[in-house]
C-alpha cells in the first residue's frame, strides 16, 4: 500500500512544484538575485523542462508497466529539484506563506533513490529468485524510509518556521541547502548505488535483449552519470569544491561539460523506448506515449507562446504600456502573437497531419468508418449489409473478431448471416440490456458498475464466446431492437475511443434503415392469403438445443457433424461431444487426441488461416473466469522462443475455454520414456532446451507450475517444446477453494498422477484432507507441497525431476500419493549413483544439487540451471 501511494501521490505533487517553479523561474529569470557567476541561472528553466518533458511521455503513456512509472518518476523528481532556487528567490521577497513557498517546500527530491530502486528491481527483468528479490525490495523499502524522513522533516520545518517564527535546528540539518550537506549526501549515496546492479542484472539476459538493455543503460549513464559524478566529488572530494570554486573559468566550463548531456533526455529515453524497446512496455502503452509525444508538441506550440506572454506581463507589469512594446520588444511580441495565433487557428489541422503521419491506422479508420455511413444506404439485403458493414469496421480497427446479428421477426431471433456468432434471442435480458442502453455498451465483468453482470450466466457465457468487448445497438424508429453489433477486442489492446463509438453509433443508425425496410418486405407476404405454392416453412426455425454439438466417436475419437449417427473410420455409434463441429469462422474440430487432468486435447483445422493447430478443453469456469483466462492467454502468447509450443489464442463455447496451441506430431516425452530411459545427451540437450524456455518464461513473468513429461511435446522434426504454458496458475486460482473428488478418479489416460495432487492438512477438524490444484503431484517441489510463495525454483525443481526420470526410465518418487509427499518434502531423492551406476557422475552431482532439500543450494534461476547442463554437456565429450 506505501508503495501504491507513493507512486500515485508523489508525481502528482512532483507535477505541481514542477509547474510552479517554471513560473517562477519566468518570474525572477533576469532579476539581480539570479546572477550566479559559477552556474548560469538558464539551466534551471533548461534541465527542469528537459527532465519533466522526459518524465511526462514514461508516467501518462506508460502507465501499464511499473518499470515505466518508475523510471518517470525519478526524472520527474529530479525536476523538482531544478525548481528549488526559482521557487526560493521568488518567496524570498515575499513573506509569509503562499503556493510558491509551500512548493518550495516540497523536497521531492528525496524520494529519487526510491524511484530508481523500484526501477533495479524491475529492469531489465523482475527477478524471480526469492532471495533476490527480497534484497532488491529491501532496498527500496530503505530508500522509501529515508525518503520519508528527508521529505516530512522538511515540511514539518516549514511548519514550525511560520507557526513559530522559527524553525527546529534539528529538522534545518536535514535541509538540501542549509543541512551540512546530509540531505543530498543521503539522496545521491542511495541513488548512487542502485546504477551498479543495473549493470549486474543485465549479464543474466538473453542475448538481444541484453543488447538492448546495455543500449538504454549507456544512454542513462552518458546523461546522468556525469552530472552524479561532480555532485558526489563536491560533497565527498576533499578539496574539489574549494579549487573549483577558486578557479571560476574552470568550475564553468565543468559545470557545463557535465550538465549539458542531460538535455538529450528527452530524445534518447523515449528514442530507447519506441525504438528499441527496452522498456518492453506493452503495446497499449507504447502506442499511448506516441500518442502523448505528439499531442504535447501540437498543445506546447499553442501554450508556450500564451504562456510567455503572461509572464512577461507580470513580470513588467509596472512598467508603463508605452515602454513594453517599444523599441525591438514590439517585434519579439508581434513574433509571438502570430505564433500563438497561427497555432491555434491550425491546431486542427496539424493534429490532423500528426494522425496522418504517426497514427495512420487511426487517421484511416475514421475516414473508412465515416464513409461506410453513407455507403450502407446502397445496401438492400442483410447478407451483403453484415458482410459489408464486418469488412469495413474490422479494417478500420482492426479487430480480434466482428459480428452482425440482424432480428429475424419470424422466429423472434437475432441471426449471423456471416454464421460468426451464435444465435441470440431476442426477448432475452441482454437483448433488452442492449436495446434500453444509450450508447454502445461495453464488456467489461471485472467493472463492478457494470450492467451486465446482472444477466444471466448463459446470456454472459454468449458475450465470452464471441469475444466480444463492445455492443452497439441497432435500434428501429420506435426504439426496437433490430440488431447488434458485437465487436471483439483491438488486436492493438487499445480501448475503443469516444470517437469511435460516435462512428459506430452512426454506422448502426444508417444500417437501421436497411433492417426496417428487409423486415417491412419480410412481413408484408403474411398480411395476405397464402396459398399452395407458398412454403409454410418459416425462413428461420430456432434451434434445437443440441444441434450445435459435434458427433464424437468413442473409440478412435473422430469428429462429425450433428446429423451423423455413424462414425465413417470404425463403424461406431456416435455420441454428443463437448465441443461443436465448427466454431463460427475460426476452427473445425477433426479428432480426440489425448485426454489429462486439465482437459481434453483436439486436432483441428484453423479456417481462417489453414493451418493444422491443438485445441485443448479446459473445465468449464464462469463468464468472468473465461475473461481472464483469454487475457491470460493473450499474455503467454506474446511470448516466444524456440523451445515453447506458441499459443494461438483462447476460445471459448458455452462456458468451456478452449486453449488453441501449435499441433505437435512427433509425440511427448512422457511416450518416448515409456519405451526406454533417453541416451545421456540427448537428455542434457532436453534439459537445456527447456531451461532456455524457462528463462523465458521466468523474464515475462510466468510460472508454468505444472511441468512434466506429457507437457513437453516434438514437432515432426523432433523439436522438444514446452506446452501448456501460462496456464496453469490461473486454473490453480480458480480451483483455490474447491473441494475436489479422490485422487483415484482423477488419473490421466496415460498413467500420469492427476494435476491435482497436494494434501492440505487440517488439524483442526477430522475431516479427511483437502487438495489444490498446483500442478502433477510427482513433481511438486517441497516448497510447492507446504502451499508456500510460487517462484521461478517450483519450474526449475519439476524440471530437474523430468530429466531424472528420462535417465531412469521411470518415476523418481514410487509408492502411495501419501507415501509421495512425504518423500519429497522428507528430501529422500534416489541416490542417482545406485539407481543409474551405468551413466557419468556428472549427472549425481546435477541431481544432488538441483534436488537438494534445501533451497539455497539448488539453481534459482533457469540460467543457472543451463549453465550447470552445458558444464554437464561438455563433460560428456
Same mark, same amino acid.
Given at each position: ?273 519506441? %525504438?528499441?524497446?527496452? +522498456? #518492453? $512496455?506493452? !503495446? &497499449?502503452?507504447?502506442? /499511448?506515449? @506516441? *500518442? ?37 520588444? %514590439?517585434?519579439?511580441? +508581434? #513574433? $509571438?502573437? !502570430? &505564433?500563438?495565433?497561427? /497555432?491555434? @487557428? *491550425? ?42 458493414? #464486418? ?487
Amino acid at each position: 500500500m506505501l508503495r501504491l501511494s507513493l507512486s500515485r501521490f508523489v508525481p502528482a505533487l512532483a507535477a505541481f512544484k514542477l509547474a510552479l517553479g517554471l513560473i517562477a523561474f519566468g518570474l525572477t529569470y533576469g532579476s539581480p538575485d539570479s546572477r550566479d557567476p559559477y552556474y548560469p541561472y538558464i539551466f534551471y528553466g533548461l534541465f527542469a523542462v528537459a527532465f519533466g518533458a522526459t518524465a511526462a511521455p514514461l508516467l501518462l503513456g506508460g502507465r501499464e508497466d511499473r518499470r515505466a512509472v518508475a523510471l518517470g518518476g525519478f526524472f520527474l523528481v529530479i525536476a523538482t529539484a531544478f525548481a528549488n532556487k526559482p521557487l526560493r528567490l521568488l518567496t524570498a521577497a515575499e513573506p509569509g506563506i503562499s503556493v510558491f513557498s509551500l512548493a518550495n517546500a516540497l523536497e521531492l527530491d528525496a524520494f529519487m533513490a526510491c524511484f530508481l530502486w523500484v526501477f533495479v528491481r524491475e529492469f531489465p527483468h523482475p527477478p524471480v529468485s526469492l532471495p533476490t528479490r527480497r534484497r532488491f525490495q529491501l532496498a527500496v523499502r530503505v530508500s522509501a524510509a529515508a525518503g520519508l524522513l528527508l521529505f516530512f522533516s522538511n515540511l514539518l520545518e516549514f511548519v514550525a518556521e511560520h507557526a513559530a517564527g522559527g524553525g527546529w535546528a534539528v529538522l534545518a540539518k536535514l535541509a538540501p541547502q542549509r543541512g551540512e550537506g546530509i540531505y543530498y549526501g543521503v539522496a545521491l549515496a542511495l541513488t548512487g548505488a542502485a546504477f551498479p546492479f543495473l549493470l549486474w542484472k543485465a549479464r543474466f539476459m538473453e542475448r538481444e535483449e541484453q543488447r538492448r538493455a546495455r543500449l538504454f543503460l549507456q544512454l542513462i549513464a552518458l546523461t546522468l552519470a556525469p552530472m552524479l559524478a561532480e555532485v558526489l566529488l563536491e560533497m565527498f572530494a576533499f578539496g574539489y569544491r574549494d579549487y573549483t570554486l577558486a578557479h571560476r573559468p574552470l568550475k564553468v566550463a565543468i559545470t557545463t561539460a557535465v550538465l549539458l548531456p542531460g538535455l538529450t533526455l528527452p530524445f534518447t529515453v523515449p528514442y530507447a523506448v519506441l %525504438v528499441h524497446r527496452v +522498456l #518492453s $512496455v506493452h !503495446l &497499449i502503452a507504447r502506442r /499511448a506515449l @506516441q *500518442y502523448t509525444l505528439a499531442r504535447y508538441t501540437v498543445l506546447t506550440l499553442v501554450a508556450v507562446p500564451a504562456t510567455s506572454l503572461i509572464i512577461y506581463g507580470y513580470a513588467h507589469s509596472a512598467e508603463p504600456l508605452n515602454d513594453l512594446v517599444a523599441g525591438r520588444r %514590439v517585434w519579439l511580441l +508581434l #513574433s $509571438v502573437l !502570430l &505564433i500563438g495565433g497561427a /497555432a491555434w @487557428q *491550425y491546431r486542427k489541422l496539424l493534429l490532423d497531419a500528426i494522425d496522418r503521419r504517426f497514427f495512420r491506422e487511426q487517421y484511416d479508420a475514421r475516414q473508412i468508418l465515416t464513409l461506410l455511413v453513407e455507403r450502407i444506404r446502397s445496401i438492400q439485403e442483410i447478407p451483403s449489409l453484415a458482410n459489408l458493414v #464486418s469488412r469495413e469496421i474490422d479494417l478500420a480497427l482492426h479487430l480480434e473478431g466482428i459480428a452482425m446479428l440482424a432480428l429475424d421477426p419470424r422466429s423472434g431471433m437475432l441471426t449471423d448471416p456471416r454464421s460468426r456468432a451464435r444465435k441470440l434471442d431476442a426477448s432475452s435480458q441482454l437483448a433488452l440490456a442492449v436495446s434500453n442502453a444509450s450508447a454502445p455498451v461495453e464488456v467489461d465483468f471485472e467493472n463492478p458498475h457494470s450492467p451486465l453482470l446482472k444477466l444471466p450466466e448463459k446470456e454472459r457465457h454468449w458475450l465470452v464466446d464471441g469475444g466480444f468487448r463492445l455492443i452497439v445497438p441497432i435500434l428501429a424508429r420506435d426504439g426496437s431492437l433490430l440488431g447488434l453489433l458485437g465487436l471483439g477486442e483491438k488486436k492493438s489492446r487499445l480501448p475503443f475511443l469516444r470517437e469511435d463509438r460516435q462512428l459506430l453509433h452512426a454506422i448502426a443508425s444508417s444500417a437501421a434503415w436497411v433492417l426496417e425496410l428487409e423486415i417491412e418486405r419480410t412481413l408484408t407476404p403474411l398480411a395476405r392469403e397464402p396459398r399452395e405454392e407458398d412454403d409454410p416453412t418459416p425462413s428461420i426455425l430456432p434451434p434445437s438445443p443440441a444441434a450445435d454439438y459435434a458427433r464424437e466417436c468413442p473409440k478412435c475419437g473422430a469428429l462429425h457433424p450433428s446429423y451423423t449417427v455413424f462414425c465413417s473410420t470404425c463403424s461406431k455409434r456416435l455420441e454428443t461431444s463437448r465441443v461443436p463441429y465448427v466454431l463460427p469462422g475460426k476452427f473445425r474440430f477433426e479428432q480426440r487426441i489425448g485426454a489429462g487432468g486439465m482437459g481434453v486435447v483436439y486436432s483441428g483445422a484453423d479456417l481462417a488461416l489453414g493451418r493444422h493447430v491443438a485445441i485443448k478443453t479446459l473445465r468449464q469456469v464462469s463468464p468472468e473466469d473465461a475473461m481472464r483466462l483469454r487475457r491470460e492467454a493473450r499474455t503467454a502468447a506474446a511470448v516466444s522462443h524456440p523451445h515453447l509450443a506458441p499459443i494461438y489464442g483462447m476460445e471459448t463455447w458455452r462456458g468451456t475455454p478452449l486453449l488453441v496451441l501449435e499441433l505437435l506430431e512427433g509425440g511427448t516425452l512422457a511416450q518416448r520414456i515409456v519405451r526406454g530411459p533417453l541416451d545421456p545427451r540427448e537428455t542434457v540437450e532436453i534439459g537445456i532446451a527447456m531451461a532456455g524456455a524457462l528463462s523465458q518464461l521466468h523474464a515475462a513473468e510466468i510460472l508454468h507450475r505444472d511441468i512434466k513429461p506429457s507437457n513437453i511435446g516434438y514437432t515432426r522434426d523432433g523439436v522438444p517444446k514446452l506446452m501448456d504454458f501460462g496456464i496453469a496458475r490461473v486454473m490453480f486460482e480458480l480451483r483455490d477453494e474447491d473441494e475436489l473428488a479422490e485422487l483415484e478418479d482423477e488419473g490421466e489416460e496415460d498413467g500420469d498422477i492427476p494435476s491435482v495432487a497436494v494434501w492440505i492438512d487440517d488439524d483442526a477438524t477430522d475431516r479427511p484432507p483437502r487438495r489444490r490444484f498446483v500442478g502433477t503431484l510427482s513433481y511438486l517441489s517441497p516448497e510447492a507441497l507446504k502451499g508456500r510463495q510460487a517462484d521461478s525454483t517450483f519450474d526449475l525443481w519439476s524440471l530437474a525431476v523430468v530429466l531424472y526420470e528420462c535417465l531412469l526410465g521411470r518415476k523418481v518418487f514410487l509408492g502411495s500419493d501419501q507415501q509421495v509427499v512425504e518423500r519429497i518434502q522428507s528430501g529422500r531423492v534416489p541416490d542417482f549413483s545406485q539407481v543409474c551406476p551405468e551413466h557419468p557422475t556428472v549427472f549425481g552431482e546435477l541431481f544432488r544439487s538441483a534436488l537438494h532439500r534445501s533451497p539455497a543450494l539448488r539453481p534459482t534461476t533457469a540460467q543457472e540451471l543451463r549453465r550447470r547442463l552445458e558444464a554437464v554437456r561438455a563433460g560428456l565429450q
